[in-house]
């Protein structure tokens, strides 16, 4: 952690000063209101009793779960900053008054241009003074850090409940909650087992819907059948009664976005959870026919997650998977293009990539082959970690002291050549 020095209060106001406090408290619960209104006579009194300020008011927001919030009183705050009627603004503490770095920034420094300083009192740091943008920029990355961190835990707490079997929510065509319990909603249930019974009849998706929609028969959330919402229908497993929990999962902590997992993180398949619509013969014989009917088409869609993230250690070009006589690989794009004068790196097979991707239970930002059977695996919380395989027909002889030894060699040599360059 880099030091940091105490700011001084930079200058000596001549004239009373108006100052301003902003508070914010995350949560609407009563323990949180009661305080936001201890921080408001908090801060009102601080003002009050300290010689040369004047009371400009105090400003508070309560924050809604979830990272999106309009945040009225600080939109009010910086108006009446720009509306000249405040000279100093006081607040907590740096991840308090905004959320990332970079709406931080921007507001602090708008605020300078007009010459009003933002105190922030954790911190001990006055935005007006000579290191404040200085320090400001790097105890804003730590602030970022901690919110992440909470939503680390909350995303922790939620795969918790998942490995215990546990769904955060339930919601689906055919079922209905009551009572926390999950029932079987009879009308929406024949429909789905009508879905069931005319693809096993041997007609299409894209017909199926056809003949819902002429039926005039409510689709789930309002809109109308069509062929995906179909084969949605048949590859969901929850209707025998089984869950495939984390599917998808919530990728930026800072935009709260759901993106589907494709193997970065550890699936849970619970059976049994909740009443059956589909037998488990139905399910399966619809899943074979799925794949014989998908493989006859010859088109099918192979939305790898690694995709797009693989690169080579040696040359720096993307790694792509291809397919090796009936087996998946890995290989640099170099190399597939322009053979070994172009790079030399060598070949990974795509069950041993994923399955150290998988074994990482981390969200991976960017991998790297390594030379040596390496890679370097870099997360999205910017924590890294070598790994190493062996081909797999070598696998039991290799002990973990190779292993080791292999690992330790690999980063002496990377070491090298970023001294060499
Ligand atoms: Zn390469």
């Avoid at 979830?66 to 000279?87: M, P, S, V, W």
């Avoid at 707490?157 to 998942?162: A, E, L």
Wanted: glycine residues 4%; proline residues 3%.
């Amino acid at each position: 952690m880099p030091k940091i020095k105490k700011v001084q209060t930079p200058q000596n106001y001549e004239k009373p000063i108006r100052v301003a406090a902003y508070a914010r408290v995350s949560s609407g619960k009563d323990a949180m209101l009661h305080s936001l209104s201890a921080q408001v006579s908090y801060y009102s009194d601080l003002i009050q009793k300290h010689p040369g300020w004047f009371y400009a008011g105090v400003y508070t927001d309560e924050a809604v779960t979830g990272t999106k919030e309009d945040r009225e009183n600080f939109q009010r705050l910086i108006a009446d900053c720009k509306a000249g009627k405040i000279d100093m603004v006081i607040t907590k503490s740096i991840s308090r008054f905004a959320r990332n770095t970079v709406t931080l920034l921007e507001t602090v420094r708008e605020l300078k241009n007009m010459s009003i300083d933002v105190f922030f009192e954790e911190q001990n740091i006055h935005t007006m003074s000579n290191e404040g943008e200085l320090m400001l920029t790097i105890l804003a990355s730590y602030a970022q850090e901690e919110s992440r961190s909470v939503s680390e835990n909350c995303k922790w707490r939620i795969r918790k409940n998942f490995e215990e079997g546990k769904a955060n929510t339930f919601s689906l065509y055919g079922y209905e909650k009551i009572n926390g319990e999950i029932r079987i909603k009879e009308d929406e249930a024949e429909v789905v087992r009508e879905i069931f019974n005319l693809y096993l009849s041997g007609i299409g998706t894209t017909k199926i819907a056809k003949i819902l929609r002429q039926k005039k028969i409510p689709s789930p959330k309002g809109s109308e059948w069509s062929s995906t919402k179909i084969r949605a229908t048949l590859r969901n497993e929850k209707y025998i009664g089984d869950m495939l929990l984390q599917k998808v999962y919530t990728k930026d902590h800072l935009c709260k976005k759901t993106v589907p997992n494709n193997g970065v993180l550890p699936k849970y398949y619970v059976e049994d959870t909740h009443p059956a619509i589909i037998s488990k013969e139905d399910f399966e014989k619809v899943q074979k026919l799925f794949s014989e009917r998908s493989s006859n088409t010859g088109k099918i869609r192979y939305d790898y997650d690694l995709k797009g993230i693989v690169f080579c250690g040696c040359c720096g070009h993307r790694y792509r998977r291809k397919k090796n006589y009936k087996k998946y690989v890995w290989r640099c794009g170099a190399y597939s293009l322009n053979g070994l004068e172009a790079c030399s790196s060598k070949q990974i097979p795509d069950s041993i990539l994923h399955d150290l991707a998988v074994n990482c239970e981390k969200e991976i930002e960017k991998i790297i082959i390594l030379p040596e059977n390496n890679v370097q695996f870099i997360f999205t919380d910017k924590t890294e970690i070598i790994k190493h395989w062996v081909q797999p027909s070598r696998a039991d002889s290799w002990t973990d002291e190779m292993k080791d030894k292999a690992r330790k060699q690999t980063i002496e040599r990377i070491m090298r050549n970023a001294e060499n360059n």
